[in-house]
Structures are given as C-alpha cells and as structure tokens.
C-alpha cells in the first residue's frame, strides 16, 4: 500500500468522511461540497419530520434532492 492510501485509509478510519487528493478538479470538490451538503440537508428533514415540521423536513428534502438528484429516493 502506497503511503498516500495508507494515508487516506488512516484518516478515514479515524472518522473522516471523505478524502480530497491533491490534485483534484474544481468539479471534484463542488460534486463532494454538494454531496455532503445533501446529506446534512436530508439529516435535518428527518430530525423535523420525526418532530412533525413537515413543511420544515419538506423543504430540506427538497433542497437535498436538488443538490444531488441522482441520491434521491422515492
């Protein structure tokens, strides 16, 4: 294992939840911003669903989806 795996395998057992190399495409880490922005979004829509805000959890899931389309699950 080259040292930049063993490197990224340390940080992510460690708790990270992603890796960036350098270097990377501008498009790499706007796709990883909007992936985790996604997820924090659709975290937030469960927390006030669970609450009974649903207009609250509707407008984060809506704002999930539209940050990553392609995760969306119907």
Not at 16 to 44: C, G
């Amino acid at each position: 294992m080259s040292s930049s795996i063993a490197e990224r395998v340390e940080g992510l057992r460690e708790g990270a939840d992603d890796y960036l190399a350098k270097p990377f495409a501008f498009e790499e880490l706007l796709s990883l911003n909007d992936a985790q922005r996604s997820q924090a979004y659709n975290n937030r829509g469960i927390a006030y669903a669970r609450e009974g805000q649903s207009e609250r959890a509707r407008a984060d899931f809506s704002e999930a989806i539209r940050l990553a389309p392609d995760n969306a699950v119907a």
